[in-house]
Each structure stands twice: as C-alpha cells, then as structure tokens.
C-alpha cells in the first residue's frame, strides 16, 4: 500500500514555475510508476507526466512539454514535477499518483494510489 501527499500548490502569475512534491510512504516506492494529472474546474482529471521505476524514461502531454519536467529521488520516496513558463490555463488542483502497470501509463484508470491534490492557480 502507498500513501501519497503532494504539497508545493499555490498562486503565481504567468510566466512563473513552481515545483510540486510527491511524498509517498511504504518501503515500495521504487517498484510504482508514478504519474501527475491535473483536473481543472468543471472539466475532466487529465494525464500531465509520468516517470518509470528508476526515472530514466519520463512522458509528457502536449500541453505540457518543454515547460513541465518530472523527476524522482527513490532514495527520498518522492516525486517532483517542475513547472516553467506557467499559463492561466495550467490552473487546476494537481494529483500524484502511482501505477504498478508494467509500462509508462497515462490513463487514470492505471493508476492505483491518489493523493489528496493540491491547487495550482495561474493569474493572468
């Protein structure tokens, strides 16, 4: 079983980055895929990145290559994603999570483990 908290979530103008936190409990961090989705008011939780088990292998949205980055400490059971280059329309509450599937998922319904979320608002 993983428990997971993302922290990092706040309120910054366009242009600006911020970098969420992924904290996950249990001795089987390393073993999950994990993955950010993101869901924005009255819309559907949407795939933004995911990381394999060591972090050599990364997948990105359209939406969000060349300005996000995913990455992951083992070590410290935690996943982080860096966001650059932020747009009002990157509000939303952001969500970790994390996968046993044995390939780099995107689809929420292949990931196992939720976090609780954290708000990402992007003024204009």
């Known amino acids: 079983q993983v428990q997971l908290v993302e922290s990092g979530g706040g309120l910054v103008q366009a242009g600006g980055s911020l970098r969420l936190s992924c904290a996950a409990s249990?001795?089987?961090?390393?073993?999950?895929?994990m993955g950010w989705f993101r869901q924005a008011p009255g819309k559907e939780r949407e795939f933004v990145a995911a990381?394999?088990?060591?972090?050599?292998?990364?997948y990105y949205a359209d939406s969000v290559k060349g300005r996000f980055t995913i990455s992951r400490d083992n070590a410290k059971n935690t996943v982080y994603l860096q966001m650059n280059s932020l747009k009002p329309e990157d509000t939303a509450v952001y969500y970790c999570?994390?996968?046993?599937?044995?390939?780099?998922?995107?689809?929420?319904?292949?990931?196992?483990?939720w976090g609780q979320g954290t708000q990402v608002t992007v003024s204009s």
């Open positions: 990381i394999s088990w060591s972090g050599a292998n990364t």
């Open positions: 999570a994390a996968s046993k599937v044995p390939r780099i998922p995107t689809m929420k319904n292949e990931y196992d483990h």
């Open positions: 249990g001795r089987t961090f390393s073993s999950y895929f």
